[in-house]
């Protein structure tokens, strides 16, 4: 079953490369010119294209790797002076590199939904669980949007963060350890989750049966050093260089698309404020001259990435974007610490990524997947837990249509995400034999077919004072999710906590 | 209310339809003809632009040598259904003359997206109506054969239509609707007149039925509401052309039905075609004793099958004889294209819900079958750069097909979460196990001969030597296949009853 769904899977998303591609595509096809032409020394000094190397070394090697079998597709990509370049051949290799990869994502959804069956506190058991885990896992349908339309390699990423579950879940503690640090060094947002593996692995594997083993933490100590050393080691000189390329701090608090959580809303209570104060309370207030407001409102929604200066509110600096993400983190942190079981694991996993989704800097909507990929596997354990499962994904699937703008993409995104949904709550409701959603949950689900009407369609036939507004759909998608995700979130915390 | 299975299977067709309509249409960017997607376009033109009098005349307006309207008077009101709404989205699609070989993304996009509408207006209502409540293996196959997504979605046609009130026709006349069955078939044919590979078994069945009626007033009776029917619907089609007068109307036959072309056109896996090979009939027979010899060949091979089904006038006996009649047709007759393979593939997916799912029939003949059908029309898809989603689609669908039972009974009882039967499976017998070998060899066969005729340039005396080899490859099993489905057809074997289905 696992090659056979992974062929299955395959078959549909080779379909699909005509597809639009997004710059990301020339973001990494501008990697493998760079990591394939140059010295190790100039990987993170090279900057002729804007698109520098920005993710740690292990992915520049992965992309070397890559660059090893795109020469006999096409050598041209390989040039990094070819800014843009495009060829057939380049497309075929670009979009079979990312199926291919997939293949680590089968792998770690495969051993996840094999070491299920280890878990004494899970109830439900049988084939249809089996089934649900590794077929929603490989179907995601914001995994395909992203990587197969938009283009990333998220599924070859979360791949790693799978097998490190899966380990975890068997009590291999190193192992898992080893697959985190390996994925840390591929792509660094997923420090976001760090805390959560940092306490279970302190609570579970060094305080081994209550009593503290040195032994222990040294081992894992050395692992994740090694680790490092591995991957930085060949930078030691640019260090300073490749944290600055890491670590970009000119972006604003929000990105281009408006991702669906709390600083999306906080923007908008804050322009809303602002209209209102200028209304009733003119001279409280320092107006915003006509080309302010045009100026700011154009910035925050017209793609460009910039630091934002709220008006009424006050304003949001990264250092405390960090503070209050970590602030949320910390409940479920203790309470894992508490419970440390694979379980409680998995869930304080999905809440610190979720936590910091919600309150981080700069964060890109694609990264909804890090809760909902995560949290799949939670949803066959418990009513409640498929239920807010249901709500996150299919709200956050809906969020990331914004990211598929062409025409022709419009009726890809919504096949792929109404059969994923049906899936979803098929799948689901066999695992836990009965209805998972109430009448209110289905309706705030169905009210999505409007904003997307509204959107897609409605929006354009404005009349022209109200159409000029182009941010208004992203708006509309950017609070439509986010109350889900927002409420989605809330619940789950307090479910988490009375467990 | 929703059913969440059809639901989530339409959904997935949808996926694999949209994900083929991609990639290239037939003749694109290939001026000054282009190919069918040009045709269904210029039909549109022609239809909003021009009186239904000059629609299938050649006048100063019209020219009837660039893609003249050759299906009956349906596919016309479709295409100016259709054409009406182009002309409001944009009128530059179906300007008058100007319009010619207009290619534009938006374009793309609109005739793509009207594939996908009439298969959702037809096609899907279509086999939810067949399959009834509950999915089935039948519905799963019909919705993701890659055989008629490829020509509909990929090369560009709208066989969906035909196909689908097809398939409305053959559940109306199983579950004795005959009226309902008469018509839909009458519209069916109304729109390609292909159909008529569908008509024998038609007839033969229905007249069997009558036949079998109780009384003689009953028999009478019901042979005259049939009959009041199928002309009342071809009076209905046909009424405008008949009001403009004679002229009009035979011009219409004879567009419908050119008897001055060849014997085939291109390559295609047709029994003569393959004969040709060997012995050049055009050579050596005159036109209208080659017609002869089609005709003659074609009926007499199709008697066998019709007449069972008037003698046993069951359901399964009319399924199998409309998958062997439609499959002579198509080795024996006049001017076949490739795709007419749809029109036997489309019954062979139907036999699968008047046989056992067990029989060797679903488990071997059948996909060995449609992959071939899919494998005969490879110069035709390679030529339009359909390639990559051929290879994709297809063995997407041989995966789902070897899963049948793990998708098709999540719809039912908990009763089948045990892993494994309990009852012992026998082991295949000798018979089976040549017929499972075979199937892989000859499989094999297909996979190299497509990947030779992709990679390896042919012998500059033997130009058309990998479509030919496809072709004769492809009918040599046809002709196969053609005797194992007449074996089944007149083996007793194990029938499933079909009682009244849930609708």
């Known amino acids: 079953m696992l090659i056979a769904g992974f062929l299955a899977l395959a078959c549909v998303k080779l379909l699909y490369l005509p597809s639009y591609k997004s710059t990301d595509f020339e973001v990494h096809r501008n990697w493998l010119a760079i990591t394939s032409s140059l010295g190790v020394q100039s990987w993170y000094h090279e900057a002729t294209s804007q698109w520098t190397l920005d993710y740690p070394p292990f992915f520049a090697w992965f992309e070397f790797a890559l660059s090893k079998v795109a020469v006999h597709f096409d050598p041209e990509m390989l040039v990094i002076k070819n800014l843009g370049y495009s060829s057939d051949k380049t497309i075929l290799f670009q979009r079979l590199s990312v199926i291919v990869t997939d293949f680590v994502f089968a792998v770690g959804a495969w051993t996840c939904m094999k070491n299920m069956h280890n878990l004494k506190s899970v109830q439900a058991r049988g084939p249809s669980r089996d089934a649900a885990i590794y077929t929603l896992l490989l179907t995601n349908a914001g995994l395909f949007m992203v990587d197969h339309i938009h283009f990333q390699y998220n599924g070859f990423l979360f791949g790693f963060l799978l097998l490190s579950i899966g380990a975890m879940m068997q009590e291999q503690y190193l192992l898992g350890s080893l697959w985190f640090c390996v994925l840390l060094n591929l792509k660094h947002i997923y420090m976001y989750i760090a805390p959560a593996y940092f306490i279970f692995l302190l609570r579970a594997y060094c305080f081994n049966n209550s009593a503290f083993s040195i032994t222990r933490l040294v081992k894992l100590g050395s692992l994740v050093i090694l680790t490092f050393v591995v991957s930085f080691g060949p930078f030691v000189n640019q260090i300073p260089q490749v944290i600055s390329r890491l670590f970009p701090f000119k972006r604003g608090l929000c990105h281009a698309y408006w991702a669906p959580n709390f600083w999306a809303v906080y923007n908008l209570v804050d322009k809303a404020l602002t209209i209102i104060g200028k209304k009733f309370g003119g001279d409280m207030i320092k107006i915003p001259t006509a080309t302010d407001l045009n100026g700011t409102q154009a910035s925050m929604t017209g793609g460009l990435v910039q630091d934002i200066e709220h008006i009424v509110l006050p304003s949001v600096p990264p250092l405390a974007t960090f503070i209050i993400t970590f602030l949320f983190m910390v409940p479920c942190l203790i309470k894992l610490w508490r419970r440390p079981n694979s379980v409680n694991f998995m869930r304080s996993l999905t809440l610190c990524g979720w936590s910091s989704f919600l309150f981080g800097w700069h964060v890109h909507e694609k990264a909804v997947l890090i809760m909902i990929l995560p949290m799949t596997l939670l949803a066959v354990i418990s009513r409640k837990e498929a239920k807010y499962f249901l709500l996150l994904a299919i709200t956050g699937h809906f969020s990331l249509f914004p990211l598929l703008f062409p025409h022709q993409e419009l009726y890809t995104k919504m096949f792929l995400h109404i059969a994923w949904a049906f899936l979803a709550v098929k799948m689901l409701k066999k695992v836990h034999k009965c209805d998972l959603l109430t009448l209110a949950e289905k309706i705030y689900l169905l009210a999505s077919v409007i904003i997307f009407i509204y959107s897609e369609f409605i929006h354009f036939y404005l009349p022209p004072h109200l159409a000029k507004y182009e941010f208004l759909p992203l708006l509309a998608y950017s609070l439509y999710s986010a109350l889900g995700v927002i409420s989605t979130y809330v619940r789950f915390y307090k479910f988490f906590l009375s467990q | ?503």
């Open chain 2, 1 to 503: 209310m929703l059913n969440v299975d059809y639901a989530l299977l339409f959904s997935v067709s949808l996926i694999l339809r949209y994900g083929v309509s991609l990639w290239p249409y037939s003749g694109e960017g290939k001026p000054p003809m282009h190919g069918d997607y040009e045709a269904q376009r210029h039909w549109q033109e022609i239809t909003i632009n021009l009186p239904l009098d000059q629609w299938y005349n050649h006048t100063q307006d019209n020219d009837l040598l660039y893609w003249g309207l050759d299906y009956p008077p349906l596919t016309a009101y479709h295409s100016y259904l259709v054409g009406q709404v182009a002309h409001r989205v944009n009128s530059s699609f179906t300007e008058l003359h100007q319009s010619r070989g207009i290619e534009s993304p938006d374009h793309k996009l609109f005739m793509r997206l009207s594939v996908i509408v009439a298969d959702l207006l037809i096609l899907f209502p279509a086999i939810r109506f067949f399959c009834g409540s509950s999915l089935s293996a039948t519905a799963l196959l019909l919705a993701i054969y890659p055989g008629l997504i490829l020509i509909d979605h990929g090369h560009f046609q709208y066989n969906g239509i035909s196909l689908g009130l097809f398939v409305i026709s053959v559940a109306a006349v199983i579950r004795n609707c005959d009226v309902l069955g008469s018509i839909a078939f009458c519209l069916a044919l109304n729109y390609k007149q292909m159909e008529l590979y569908h008509a024998l078994p038609f007839f033969f069945y229905l007249l069997g039925k009558c036949l079998h009626q109780p009384s003689f007033l009953r028999k009478i009776s019901k042979l005259f509401v049939i009959g009041v029917s199928v002309i009342g619907t071809f009076v209905a089609v046909w009424l405008p052309f008949f009001l403009a007068g004679p002229y009009t109307t035979l011009q219409v036959v004879r567009r419908i039905f050119p008897v001055d072309r060849g014997l085939y056109e291109d390559k295609v896996a047709n029994f003569w075609c393959t004969i040709d090979i060997i012995f050049k009939l055009k050579q050596n027979l005159d036109t209208s004793q080659i017609g002869l010899l089609c005709i003659a060949a074609t009926l007499l091979l199709s008697l066998p099958s019709n007449l069972h089904v008037l003698r046993y006038p069951t359901p399964r006996n009319f399924v199998m004889s409309l998958l062997n009649t439609s499959l002579v047709f198509f080795l024996f007759s006049f001017h076949v294209h490739e795709k007419t393979i749809l029109l036997v593939a489309i019954p062979a997916i139907l036999a699968t819900s008047v046989l056992d799912k067990k029989s060797a029939f679903q488990r071997y003949w059948l996909p060995w079958f449609l992959i071939l059908t899919v494998f005969s029309m490879v110069p035709l898809l390679v030529k339009d750069g359909l390639l990559l989603p051929t290879i994709a689609s297809t063995v997407f669908f041989c995966i789902m097909y070897g899963n049948l039972d793990q998708m098709v009974s999540t719809s039912s009882s908990p009763l089948n979460e045990r892993m494994s039967s309990p009852l012992p499976v026998e082991p295949n017998s000798f018979w089976i196990q040549l017929l499972g070998f075979s199937q892989v060899v000859s499989l094999c066969g297909a996979c190299l001969l497509t990947l030779l005729h992709e990679v390896y340039p042919p012998p500059a005396r033997y130009p058309y030597l990998w479509p030919t080899l496809i072709c004769a490859y492809s009918s040599l099993h046809f002709l196969l296949f053609l005797l194992a489905f007449h074996v089944i057809q007149f083996s007793s074997g194990v029938t499933v009853s079909y009682s009244k289905k849930k609708l």
